[in-house]
């Protein structure tokens, strides 16, 4: 007879929960909360104890000892594991799926070495508990005012802080966190930041203002040893900010009292794979369930919280003005591409004022949401176009590598040297990407240097920072970028930002593009004339008469949000309703649509929604085929109770097809 049963969470699909026995009479028992090895089938894997108990419903013969318990290493506390029961919970999956994969690696390795190793170098740097702030500047009357609610905020308080590009939000955060740190001794504070890339600037500025605190950083590009140290000095109190990526807010933070998410409204909050969680989401569950504060940051709010703002769900704090002294926003003009015939894809308002800048020494960024050289190539002759074998995309052109690509299946050819059908040696590139326009500006501007970032410039580990940098040192008189150079940056010299094709996004299917255009368009403008130089965004338009580009030309979010919160009333979308989507994958259409059919017909209800299966806008990847079923409620427990039920008997059924659920999807 074992000494005790130990409830442990596995990361496994399906079930994932099971119990141990625990034989050991000497020593502690172990607690709910602690890591323990076992075997499962044929592997050593690390499980999370979410109970401790006297009795099993296992038969003794079936039932295995845990190997060990990880007893040098507190136990997670009651909080962290009741979020990860309710992300678990709220997004349909296992509870050992949700907990265990957020854990360093290294934590979850049989051997110890690395986890004693980082313990002890842990116990021996020195305390850096001194959060005395260093260099404050004066704030402006209503950045003092959102500094002061959110620094003196007792209790659950969702707090919008909607706050021009430039207007400092920054330092209002800084300035919060300095009050919180100050009034309590222990205090923890997690910020999140959308991008990786905006973590070295934040770091920075955080350092730079607390610099005798203990600061870590919680995102996919640190070494595991580095990881590792850093979860752990979360876990253990001694990092009193935290700031990551979506993925620390499943960090451990015993001391937690403040949240931060800037730039709340970006998409990369949203994970689009396996957990498919919201960090922002659960950040807010996470701050209500701790009873503390949360800061939404953004200058272009989600319509999710807008709306919690209007309805005073959320309190909204507002920075109407730039922060830096003569510092405005940027004029907005838009170029209308139908009487102003683009050469090398610019109008020639957009060359005039490039030169103005080349002239002035000033920077210049131009905006365009398409790497590659050339979205695809064809054949005038015959009609051939360069479509991927596996997926419904085309190949592009990418020139520089002499390569076509799939960017959905990552499939790779050489660049055909004639026609596969005709033979025809002429083809000929079809639309601009940032390589091609890179290309016609260093042939226009030959004396201008010229700096492309995306993702294809910026593959080797560390060159978008050094990139960035290069930028930032005034290296460069023309950027051209992808959405990587859209957000967050504060380029000092640069007055002008042109937006070089964004009217695709008018007309896409997704009911939110036009709320991500929106804010991308603002997010980039913003990026102009905040050092206090006059600056101007130019966007390049065949549809000059669009409302979307009215109200980014008056900066009116406001209005702008408003009408589009209408029309999502009036076509009960979200946030007047809760989605969740049902996707399936098969070789064949016909298969994963099938299995929708039989998905939608297992559980009827009238409490409800549930559409008709579709194919997915971009049907074939890799050779699959995708299909989707939305499921809708005007009421969030209806749709999680019944999500519930529908999951268990989609579990149970024996198929081939390959399914996920998605709750709250972004993309539709
Ligand atoms: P946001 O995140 O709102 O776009 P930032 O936080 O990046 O804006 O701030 C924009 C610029 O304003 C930064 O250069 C910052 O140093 C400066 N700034 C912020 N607050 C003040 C202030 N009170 N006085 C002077 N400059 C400020
Ligand atoms: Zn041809
Ligand atoms: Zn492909």
């Known amino acids: 007879m074992p000494h005790c049963i130990l409830q442990i969470a596995l990361d496994t699909p399906l079930n994932s929960v099971f119990d141990y026995g625990w034989p050991h009479e000497e020593g502690a028992l172990p607690l709910v909360g602690q890591l323990a090895l076992v075997s499962f089938g044929r592997r050593e894997v690390m499980g999370l104890i979410v109970a401790v108990k006297h009795e099993t419903d296992v038969p003794p013969e079936k039932l295995k000892d845990a190997l060990a318990v990880r007893s040098q290493l507190a136990p997670l506390s009651k909080e962290w594991l009741a979020l990860a029961g309710f992300a678990a919970d709220y997004y349909q999956r296992p509870l050992g799926e949700v907990a265990l994969p957020g854990l360093p690696k290294n934590l979850r390795i049989p051997k110890t070495v690395a986890l004693d190793r980082a313990l002890k170098k842990l116990a021996k740097l020195d305390a850096a508990t001194d959060a005395t702030p260093s260099g404050m500047p004066p704030l402006n009357p209503e950045q003092r005012e959102a500094a002061d609610a959110i620094g003196g905020a007792i209790g659950f308080k969702p707090l919008l802080l909607y706050g021009v590009t430039g207007s400092g939000k920054t330092e209002v955060y800084l300035q919060a966190c300095s009050q919180v740190l100050a009034r309590d001794p222990q205090a923890q504070i997690l910020i999140l930041v959308p991008e990786i890339n905006l973590t070295p600037q934040l770091e920075g500025n955080i350092r730079a203002r607390f610099p005798g605190l203990a600061l870590a950083t919680l995102h996919s590009s640190l070494s595991e040893g580095e990881r590792m140290l850093h979860w752990l000095a979360a876990h253990g109190g001694q990092a009193r900010i935290v700031l990551g990526t979506r993925l620390a807010i499943l960090a451990s933070l015993p001391h937690l009292k403040l949240i931060v998410i800037d730039e709340e409204h970006d998409p990369s909050y949203k994970q689009q794979e396996g957990l498919r969680y919201s960090a922002r989401d659960l950040a807010v569950w996470r701050a209500h369930q701790l009873r503390i504060p949360i800061v939404l940051g953004s200058a272009t709010p989600s319509l999710e919280s807008w709306h919690h703002a209007q309805t005073g769900r959320y309190r909204k704090l507002e920075l109407r003005e730039r922060a830096v002294r003569d510092a405005v926003l940027p004029t907005v003009r838009l170029l209308d591409m139908e009487r102003d015939k683009p050469k090398e894809g610019l109008t020639s308002g957009l060359l005039a004022a490039l030169r103005k800048r080349l002239e002035r020494g000033e920077q210049s960024l131009l905006f365009l949401n398409r790497r590659g050289y050339a979205p695809v190539i064809t054949c005038e002759s015959c009609g051939w176009i360069s479509n991927c074998t596996r997926c419904t995309s085309f190949m592009v052109l990418h020139k520089p590598e002499h390569r076509l690509r799939c960017h959905h299946c990552s499939l790779e050819l050489r660049i055909p040297r004639h026609c596969p059908t005709c033979g025809n040696v002429d083809l000929q590139p079809l639309g601009r990407g940032t390589q091609r326009f890179e290309e016609g500006l260093a042939a226009m501007f030959p004396e201008a240097r010229i700096l492309r970032i995306d993702a294809d410039s910026t593959r080797k580990k560390g060159s978008a920072q050094e990139a960035f940098d290069t930028v930032h040192r005034g290296e460069v008189d023309i950027l051209i970028g992808t959405q990587m150079v859209a957000k967050g940056h504060d380029f000092k010299k640069l007055t002008l930002v042109g937006i070089l094709n964004p009217d695709t996004a008018l007309f896409s299917q997704d009911y939110r593009a036009s709320e991500r255009l929106f804010a991308q368009l ?141 709750v709250d999807p972004l993309d539709i």
């Not at 980039?524 to 109200?551: D, K, N, W």
């Not at 099938?594 to 050779?623: C, K, Q």
């Open 522 to 662: 603002m997010q980039v403008a913003g990026r102009a004339g905040r050092a206090g130089l006059a600056s101007e965004v130019l966007i390049q338009t065949r549809y000059a008469q669009h409302p979307l580009y009215a109200a980014v030309v008056k900066h009116d979010y406001d209005r702008y949000a408003g009408s589009l919160l209408e029309e999502r009333r009036q076509a009960a979308l979200p946030p007047y309703m809760y989605q969740a989507l049902l996707r399936a994958e098969a070789p064949e259409l016909a298969t994963a649509i099938a299995f929708l059919e039989g998905a939608r017909d297992i559980l009827p209800t009238d409490a409800i929604t549930l559409n008709d299966p579709i194919p997915m806008t971009m049907t074939r990847v890799y050779n699959v085929d995708r299909a989707q079923l939305l499921v809708e409620s005007s009421s969030r427990p209806a749709l999680q109770a019944f999500l519930k039920e529908w999951v268990g008997l989609l579990r149970a059924l024996k198929t081939r097809v390959r399914w996920s659920l998605e």
